[in-house]
């Protein structure tokens, strides 16, 4: 379930204390301090997806700290997975130090002592949060460890697909039936001990379903940015991946539609979205088609018909049409 919490409900006098509580309640007891305290706005919200949990967070510029003393009062044993989606952040842990900035990830541990710095001037910080039980993380922790505070990049690789995710879960998790969140909680977990194995040279460490999950959302991720491409087959992904076609066909066998499906309906999915573009009214069903890897206008338009129950140009007129009239 989401749950959101917005600062403007609560009494101007009582919001920063309220935040403090708020943070403390959702992360681990910290002490936060702010020039903007007097004036102060944020947001939060929390996602439940039984095996782990994601926090949004929107607030002004401060900082934090988890003292000993703090950590022998309450320690929930998390790391915190963080993906900076506006704003910067420094922090400091286990003798390692980052400067953050948007797109950003970092990694810290309810149960170490930790200082940071977020967001300057008066400009608002965004940032999601995913909790991550340490019991439940499938990977040592003194290797867990070389990993605390030190920037994650998001811009490329595996760090790109993960953070991606982040976001997503950040962005549209509220959107997701309830039957759907258990399996995606399991699936964030999955992500981040690969992502996190990977920065920590322990990817030998991870168990067999976290690099399966991994590959699987490594292939997809490369699936997506390749539908345009006329060659892109189940063959020529298994290559790009390393792996032989039968491998690949296995790692579909648990999804909902094989790997020649999912490019199928991936790349029908585009072409539904551009005929419906006012921008693209001029472009020739075929040109829209050959865009998204088909080769044949017969294919792409059986194809079309089997999946929307109608020929790409009638669907397309009664698109415009109705965008006309709206």
């Known amino acids: 379930m989401w749950s959101t919490l917005d600062a403007a409900a609560v009494p101007a006098n009582d919001r ?7 943070v403390s309640r959702a992360l681990a007891p910290i002490s936060i301090s702010s020039a903007h305290a007097a004036d102060f706005q944020a947001e939060a919200a929390t996602l439940d997806l039984s095996a782990v949990q994601v926090s949004t967070f929107s607030y002004p510029p401060l900082r934090s700290r988890r003292t000993p003393a703090l950590i022998k009062r309450s320690d929930p044993e998390q790391y915190m997975l963080a993906l900076m989606t506006e704003g910067s952040m420094s922090i400091a842990q286990r003798r390692n130090h980052a400067r953050l900035a948007t797109g950003d990830m970092v990694l810290w541990d309810s149960t170490h002592p930790y200082e940071a710095a977020v ?3 008066t400009d608002l910080v965004r940032v999601v949060i995913m909790h991550l039980p340490r019991r439940a993380l499938p990977l040592p922790s003194d290797k867990v460890d ?31 039936e309830p039957s759907e969140l258990s399996r995606l909680g399991n ?16 990817y030998g460490d991870l168990p067999a379903r976290a690099r399966t999950q991994a590959l699987l959302e490594q292939i997809n991720t ?7 491409d006329t060659e892109l087959t189940p063959e020529s992904v298994a290559a790009r991946h390393h792996i032989s076609v039968r491998q690949l066909h296995l790692l579909f066998e648990g999804q909902d539609e094989s790997v020649a499906a999912s490019i199928r309906r991936r790349r029908l999915e585009r072409c539904h979205a551009d005929l419906m573009r006012p921008e693209l009214a001029s472009r020739p ?28 140009r009638v669907f397309r007129q009664q698109a415009l049409r109705s965008r006309q009239f709206a």
């Open 16 to 22: 920063f204390e309220w935040f403090a509580s708020t």
């Open 119 to 121: 967001g300057r001037g």
């Open 146 to 176: 070389r990993v605390l505070a030190q920037r994650l990049s998001s811009e490329s690789g595996f760090g790109a697909i993960l953070g991606q995710f982040i976001g997503t879960l950040g962005s549209y998790g509220p959107e997701c």
């Open 187 to 202: 699936t964030a977990l999955d992500l981040a001990a690969a992502g996190i194995a990977r920065h920590a040279d322990a």
């Open 222 to 228: 490369f699936i997506g940015h390749n539908l345009s």
């Open 285 to 312: 069903i075929q040109s829209v088609a050959a865009h998204w890897g088909f080769g044949s206008a017969a294919v792409f338009s059986r194809a079309f018909r089997a999946a929307y129950g109608e020929s790409p």
